[in-house]
């Protein structure tokens, strides 16, 4: 696969030589170069946002908490009830990780 791609910018770069007879030979190469480049890191970046949103985990998966926490910075509280393990990381506010407020033993 990597061989058509460096066969095809070669041939641009041939292409591209003939047709500006009056330019360098190392500005076409850079050029030929940079267009790769961005067009790879662009069709990458489409490929990304085009990948489907992945399935919900089957109901049976997530477990049943009760924790609440409490932000460091503005007060406000979270009360989660359902997670994919039994001890789940805090959750983000005010670009901080918010305090455990209850254990998710207590009853």
Request: net charge neutral; proline share 9%; aromatic share 6%.
């Amino acid at each position: 696969m990597f061989r058509h791609r460096y066969l095809a910018l070669a041939v641009v770069a041939v292409c591209a030589f003939l047709v500006t007879r009056g330019a360098s030979v190392w500005g076409v190469i850079i050029a030929g170069v940079a267009s790769y480049v961005i067009i790879s890191v662009g069709l990458a970046m489409l490929g990304g946002l085009a990948s489907p949103i992945p399935e919900p985990p089957p109901p049976g998966e997530l477990r049943k908490v009760r924790m609440t926490f409490q932000c460091a910075v503005c007060g406000a509280e979270v009360r989660m009830t359902a997670a994919a393990t039994e001890d789940p990381e805090p959750p983000r506010h005010c670009l901080e990780e918010m305090r455990v407020v209850t254990n998710p033993y207590d009853d």
